[in-house]
């Protein structure tokens, strides 16, 4: 395979257990890149910023692939792209994801990023990562020395740095069951409606408890940090509160105090504050029919 500038060469496994023994034999000189959709990958070697020559190519390994319901909880291979996330009938129960994958790129993207690809490239932009964070996900990786569960709230470590050692691979994701009468809430912020990277992008649960009370509350935030981050005091405004404008404000207030977001080519830190006020407003008021912000 060539780009512009360089030969490149693939290795490509017959099945995930040769995979790991390719990417741990690797480490002893240079270490392979996986390559899953290479929605990404591509473009960092078009720019020259990314200066691997070598590359395993994930595609023959089937044990990535397949949308599995276990229990009430939902396992999604690495490969998986976003097209069949956005198609699968399991997927139901999740529509947060559902809608984050509609939004990734434009069709051509879709049909070839997974959401594997999307964890790994640990872009604080990317469109399904908050999406995992509200949603409490777990992420399964493996390696020559067996596989291991990571919850995506301690995956990321920094920008675009996973807790993952050199030889590792993600395989997996498996969603929890999302509780009865959750209230659910998607909102990506960009310039277009597709083919935008997210200046502001947003995933909700809330769960209502008894006497109405909000019993579980997760906000989480994409394109506002170097990684994917929860406001947690705007969480703790609303937990154990019924719907009201003054728990709304309580929030609105600790989210201020949560975010710092960051200046970048997209956009500014004003904005994304004020653009991610507006969006919890948003949820806030269409998550009870009786409230008024």
Not at 102 to 121: D, L, M, P, S, W
Not at 127 to 143: F, G, K, M, R, T
Request: glycine letters at 8%.
């Amino acid at each position: 395979m060539k780009t512009a500038i360089s030969t490149l060469a693939v290795e490509c496994p017959k099945h995930l257990k040769h995979a790991l023994t390719l990417l741990h034999e690797s480490l002893a000189t240079e270490r392979l890149t996986p390559l899953a959709g290479g929605t990404d990958l591509f473009v960092y070697l078009n720019a020259g910023s990314h200066r691997g020559t070598r590359f395993l190519d994930l595609a023959p390994c089937a044990e990535l692939r397949g949308i599995k319901a276990i229990k009430g909880r939902l396992r999604i291979g690495a490969l998986e792209t976003f097209d069949r996330i956005a198609r699968h009938p399991k997927m139901a129960a999740w529509p947060l994801l559902v809608q984050a994958a509609r939004c990734v790129g434009a069709a051509q993207i879709q049909n070839r990023g997974t959401i594997g690809g999307n964890i790994a490239n640990a872009s604080p932009a990317g469109d399904s990562l908050p999406v995992l964070l509200a949603y409490d996900a777990l992420v399964h990786v493996a390696s020559v020395r067996g596989e291991r569960t990571i919850p995506f709230r301690e995956l990321q470590t920094g920008y675009r740095q996973l807790a993952l050692e050199a030889d590792e691979l993600i395989v997996a994701v498996e969603l929890p069951e999302v509780p009865a009468g959750a209230k659910q809430f998607f909102r990506k912020v960009g310039t277009r409606a597709a083919q935008s990277i997210s200046k502001v992008v947003f995933a909700g649960v809330l769960v209502p408890g008894r006497g109405g009370q909000w019993s579980h509350v997760r906000l989480a935030w994409g394109s506002m940090a170097p990684i994917t981050v929860r406001s947690l005091r705007a969480e703790a405004a609303l937990l154990a509160h019924k719907p009201s404008a003054q728990a709304a404000a309580w929030a609105d207030v600790a989210l201020g105090e949560d975010l710092v977001p960051i200046d970048d080519i997209r956009s500014d830190a004003e904005y994304r504050l004020s653009a991610a006020r507006h969006v919890l407003a948003q949820f806030l008021r269409s998550s009870h029919a009786g409230f008024r912000g």
